[in-house]
């Protein structure tokens, strides 16, 4: 705690069991404030075609399509899934430490694949929730 300084507004994503994002405001004396928010609830926006088809293929499985439906533990069963869907590949039964650590390895291609448009889907929710946290 204290001052911050050189800090601008910025935005939180938080992946776990579930998608948590907060925006972290600056404040000219003392610790900056938390705003926590539901943005992780928000729908789903597709940054490339190969995210268009897996959106496709999770809005025939899923109720509703939100940044959390991807972006975190059981997000990242759900993209496994649909990626195998899209590609035509089997999906095994596997739980997220075990795509991470096939991804990491390099030891599934699936996996591996699924690994990249996590983080490549993280970039852009952080993109969003950015620029409204930036907004004045």
């Given at each position: 705690y204290g001052t911050?300084?050189?800090v601008?507004?910025?935005a939180l994503p938080i992946s776990g069991s579930g998608l948590g994002?907060?925006?972290l405001v600056p404040m000219r004396r003392g610790a900056p404030v938390v705003l926590p928010s539901e943005g992780g609830h928000a729908d789903l926006a597709p940054g490339s075609p190969l995210e268009q088809e897996i959106l496709q293929v999770l809005a025939g499985r899923l109720p509703h399509v939100s940044w959390e439906s991807?972006?975190?533990g059981p997000g990242l069963v759900n993209l496994y899934?649909?990626?195998c869907a899209v590609w035509g590949a089997p999906a095994e039964n596997l739980t997220p430490e075990?795509?991470?650590?096939?991804g990491m390895l390099v030891e599934d291609p699936v996996c591996h694949q699924?690994?990249?448009?996590?983080f490549e889907i993280v970039r852009d929710a952080w993109k969003e929730r950015h620029?409204?946290?930036l907004a004045r």
């Open positions: 911050v300084t050189g601008q507004t910025c994002m907060a925006v991807v972006l975190s899934g649909a990626l075990e795509i991470s650590r096939r699924v690994l990249e448009l996590f620029t409204e946290a």
